[in-house]
């Protein structure tokens, strides 16, 4: 079973793979300023839950990048070889007719 993806489909899913890691970025980046004024306001306990959600933030804010990194390798990845493919059918299709 073969499975066709145009280039444009996979150019553009690269694209829209960057865009939400650019807005997950952006949002992250907002809670975490946006909390760290909160955190600032508490005592206690209460504080003590804040900076443990904090530190959990920017683990995620890691793990994200980590994610969309290897998915955007992989898109990258399967176009490489969608267009190495057509090279090489393109070669062998003008070898067949030059015989």
Not at 13 to 42: S, V
Not at 43 to 63: A, C, D, N, P, Y
Not at 67 to 91: F, S, W
């Given at each position: 079973?073969?499975?066709a ?5 996979l150019?553009?899913a690269i694209r829209n793979m960057?865009?939400?890691q650019?807005?997950?970025q ?8 946006n ?12 504080r ?17 990048n ?6 955007q390798?992989?898109?990258?990845r ?5 267009i190495?493919?057509d090279?090489d059918g393109?070669r062998g299709?003008?070898?067949?007719q030059?015989?």
């Amino acid at each position: 079973m073969t499975v066709a993806i145009s280039h444009s489909a996979l150019q553009e899913a690269i694209r829209n793979m960057g865009n939400a890691q650019r807005e997950m970025q952006e949002g992250l980046d907002w809670m975490e300023k946006n909390f760290t004024a909160l955190r600032d306001t508490l005592t206690g306990e209460t504080r003590l839950s804040w900076e443990s959600f904090q530190e959990e933030l920017g683990r995620l804010k890691v793990q994200l990048n980590q994610e969309y990194g290897v998915a955007q390798t992989t898109l990258q990845r399967m176009h490489a070889r969608q267009i190495q493919g057509d090279q090489d059918g393109g070669r062998g299709l003008k070898n067949a007719q030059g015989s």
